[in-house]
């Protein structure tokens, strides 16, 4: 009796059926052996995708069990005549209904999991071969980890990581990448839970010690270089005015790069002219030729000289990778003591966390064959299914393969389901690769089939048709769009191969897209806001609801803008007023001073309260991170007051009420809300206002609408970095 392809690697876009495709092969292995259900792992990522699918799994083998004439009864009598399964519709439906006891009786073992649940296992079944302490616990909260790294980092009394705190503290002020440097370096933080990092994690902390060697050969290669042209630009200058010349005698003023050289401007050489690399001086008709011909033969073209090759020199790259490095290369420092804080946190609270799993794992699996892991962990799956495969990470993907391949070689399958084009985003450490050429290389020998679903059964026509022609649109250009990165090229024409939908919804849908730029006096961001409001005030006109439209946009920061824009211009948005409110100085302040009233000697806290009350004050807080202050003292405020009350007494201790700021009442009405869920004491709102604020940047926020009311109008603003 011939049962499905051994190995389906299944590329599903969004809307394309996928849940219903990973649900009908479920039921066709319960229905080829009813008696094999606790043989059969589904894995996916997402307790709510985990639910989704046992809940679709259980709602149509129901349907199947009743004789109901249902699409998924027809989809799989219609495989198994395709595969030759000798299965009339009444055995269907018989073998369903023993399925279906089957799992309701035993229901522990319908092993629907999600990843880290099933790592997570793994590890308490081989906590002897990877000699995990006697009573060790597995901490699910990396964040609640990295904020203790975080607060210890911040009471470090080593001269060393002080330094570099203060220099990438400093190196983000400057560069402007916002004032919020718990933000930052909680950004830089989250990478030690990254797979990438894992792969280097010995050599950052093997070298993080000569980082202070590596800074100041940096330092002499940058101001080697900027020494040499400072020089070279004085040079040229003496000889002008030795020669009585100045820089409006030359032609179109080709002797400024001269002064701007001698003065310290160092980034001319991208815009050198044509005529001033030729050292094309004066002109035929210039009073002052002569003496400009006299002054060039008298070492100006030789200065000239000098100047160019050495803008071409190994120097000068030199100076160029040191001018890039300089900025950022106290992050290395930072996260190598954040390193150190994490392994110190894990080793005293006996703790593994969550991220750490798939890493340890690996040591172990990859030196014991599948009969020895299914011994451990006392069971044993014939079939496995993975969805959202795209999420998958290399270290993931090798300590299951194994697993995997056991199944294939023992006469079972395996379920690969995902959709390239979401890896790209890498929200969970996945791997493009994997999905697109690593894991059928790796089932090669059970020659994997590769199929697409390719009907769009949730978007309307015109959506759906856009979709198709912008992503072949990408496919073509790919070479042309991203030119010179090796490999990439191939790789995203690869990623697009599979894109082209079919639809089957009559509603016609609308799409529209503008582009802005930033040469007109406007710019980009405010135009694309006013389109944005005369939209959304266009559709409200034509009749759609404010809670059946949604804009999207690329992250939380953005959500905030758009969402105050719109605020302001009379449109109340569904987003928590967290996103928006957490820009401002002034809520951070207060936010922090609550903190503080909790944690009265909490470093990190006392640094950022200081920080932001200085910004308030509008006076340079770069130092104010590591100075002691008795003007942020907060002792004299309850902390068995409402969080309510203790901003209302923070706004008249600091004088706050003086200063407008509209963010303020939209603190005081979101410290309301909170109060009314339960959250009216201050370590409440606290505890809320982080686990609002704590969501990855990078992960798309929707401003407003209701997730589940999908299709009525969807007004999609991208707000590229």
């Not at 009420?657 to 959250?679: E, T």
């Not at 709102?685 to 589940?708: A, C, D, H, L, Y």
Request: aromatic share 10%; net charge negative; proline share 2%.
């Amino acid at each position: 009796m011939p049962a499905t392809p051994q190995a389906l690697i299944l590329k599903a876009s969004a809307g394309s059926g996928k849940t219903f495709a990973l649900a009908k092969e479920f039921i066709k292995l319960l229905i080829l052996d009813p008696t094999e259900y606790h043989q059969i792992l589904a894995l996916t990522f997402t307790n709510d995708a985990k639910n989704e699918m046992k809940t679709r799994v259980l709602g149509e083998l129901t349907k199947l069990a009743s004789g109901e004439q249902t699409d998924m009864l027809q989809t799989i009598l219609a495989d198994f005549a395709e595969q030759k399964v000798g299965l009339t519709q009444d055995q269907v439906v018989l073998r369903s209904r023993l399925a279906l006891n089957n799992l309701l009786n035993d229901y522990s073992r319908f092993n629907v999991n999600t990843l880290d649940h099933f790592f997570t296992q793994l590890i308490r079944h081989l906590a002897r071969e990877l000699k995990l302490n006697l009573g060790y616990e597995l901490d699910l909260d990396n964040d609640k980890a990295l904020r203790e790294s975080i607060h210890t980092l911040y009471k470090t009394t080593n001269p060393r990581v002080k330094k570099w705190l203060r220099s990438f503290i400093d190196s983000r002020i400057s560069e402007d990448k916002g004032w919020n440097i718990e933000f930052n370096i909680k950004t830089l933080g989250k990478k030690l839970f990254q797979d990438s990092f894992i792969d280097i994690r010995d050599i950052l902390n093997k070298n993080a010690e000569h980082l202070e060697g590596f800074v100041k050969q940096l330092n002499i290669q940058f101001k080697s270089y900027e020494a040499s042209m400072q020089k070279l630009g004085q040079q040229a200058m003496q000889l002008l005015a030795s020669h009585k010349l100045t820089i409006s005698d030359f032609r179109q003023h080709t002797a400024t790069v001269f002064q701007k050289l001698s003065e310290g401007t160092f980034d001319l050489e991208a815009s050198f002219s044509a005529t001033f690399i030729k050292g094309e001086w004066s002109t035929k008709t210039s009073d002052r030729k002569d003496e400009i011909e006299t002054c060039a033969t008298s070492g100006l073209n030789e200065l000239h000289s000098q100047i160019l090759e050495l803008a071409e020199s190994e120097q000068k790259q030199a100076y160029i990778e040191a001018k890039a490095l300089l900025p950022n290369i106290y992050s290395y420092g930072v996260l190598s003591a954040l390193s150190d804080n994490l392994w110190e946190y894990r080793t005293n609270n006996n703790l593994l966390l969550l991220s750490d799993t798939a890493f340890i794992l690996h040591g172990v699996i990859s030196q014991s064959d599948a009969p020895f892991i299914y011994e451990k962990i006392g069971a044993r799956y014939k079939h496995i299914m993975i969805d959202e495969f795209q999420d998958t990470s290399t270290h993931q993907w090798k300590n299951i393969l194994p697993l995997v391949q056991f199944s294939l070689f023992n006469e079972g399958s395996v379920m690969l389901v995902g959709d390239v084009k979401q890896s790209v985003y890498r929200w969970r450490g996945g791997d493009a690769n994997l999905l697109m050429q690593q894991a059928a290389a790796d089932l090669s020998e059970h020659t994997p089939a590769q199929k697409a679903l390719d009907t769009n059964y949730r978007s309307a026509k015109n959506i759906v048709a856009f979709n198709n022609a912008f992503f072949e649109a990408v496919r073509h250009a790919a070479p042309e769009l991203i030119e010179g990165i090796d490999g990439k090229s191939e790789q995203l024409a690869k990623a697009y191969e599979d894109v082209h939908q079919r639809t089957q919804k009559s509603f016609e849908g609308y799409v529209k897209v503008e582009f802005f730029s930033d040469e007109e006096e406007t710019g980009w961001k405010e135009k694309a806001f006013n389109v944005t409001h005369a939209t959304i005030k266009k559709a409200m006109e034509d009749g759609f609801h404010p809670e059946d439209i949604m804009v999207l946009v690329r992250t939380n920061k953005q959500a905030g803008e758009i969402a105050e824009f719109l605020l302001r211009n009379g449109i109340h948005t569904l987003t928590d007023e967290a996103l928006y409110l957490e820009k401002s100085p002034l809520v951070q302040f207060l936010v922090f001073a609550l903190r503080s009233i909790l944690a009265p000697e909490d470093a990190f806290v006392l640094a950022n309260l200081r920080y932001f009350h200085q910004l308030i004050l509008g006076q340079s807080p770069s130092k104010a991170v590591s100075e002691k202050s008795s003007s942020t003292d907060v002792s004299g405020i309850s902390a068995g007051l409402s969080a309510y009350e203790a901003i209302e007494q923070l706004i008249e201790q600091f004088g706050l009420h003086k200063k407008f700021d509209p963010f303020l009442q939209g603190l005081q009405d979101f410290c309301l809300k909170q109060a009314k869920k339960g959250n009216s004491s201050i370590a409440s709102f606290v505890e809320g206002w982080q686990e609002v604020n704590e969501e990855e940047n990078t992960k798309p926020s929707f401003i407003t609408g209701r997730r589940s009311r999908r299709g009525s109008c969807f007004w999609s603003l991208s707000l590229p970095k």
